[in-house]
């Protein structure tokens, strides 16, 4: 396995890493590589930051789940 940080140095503490490959081998002896990169993205049309974008979608899904809660409880 081969980790790299944001810096693009080598490291050993997956947690660091920011991309990297794996190379795994099965039972059978057959390999497999896997690549991976985290990319952080700033989404321009989102008028407030990703963390409170989010919040608003949990509460808006809780109210509903509420709403139809006592709708259904009601009948």
């Not at 990297?20 to 081998?25: K, N, V």
């Not at 990169?37 to 409170?52: C, D």
Request: charged share 25%; no cysteine; aromatic share 14%.
């Amino acid at each position: 396995m081969a980790y790299f940080d944001a810096d693009g140095n080598r490291t050993e503490d997956p947690a660091q890493a920011v991309r990297g490959e794996i190379l795994e081998q099965d039972s059978e002896g057959r390999r497999r590589r896997t690549w991976f990169l985290f990319e952080e993205v700033e989404l321009k049309w989102l008028p407030v930051s990703e963390g409170a974008f989010l919040l608003w979608v949990l509460l808006a899904l809780a109210l509903i789940w509420v709403l139809l809660g006592l709708a259904f409880g009601l009948l």
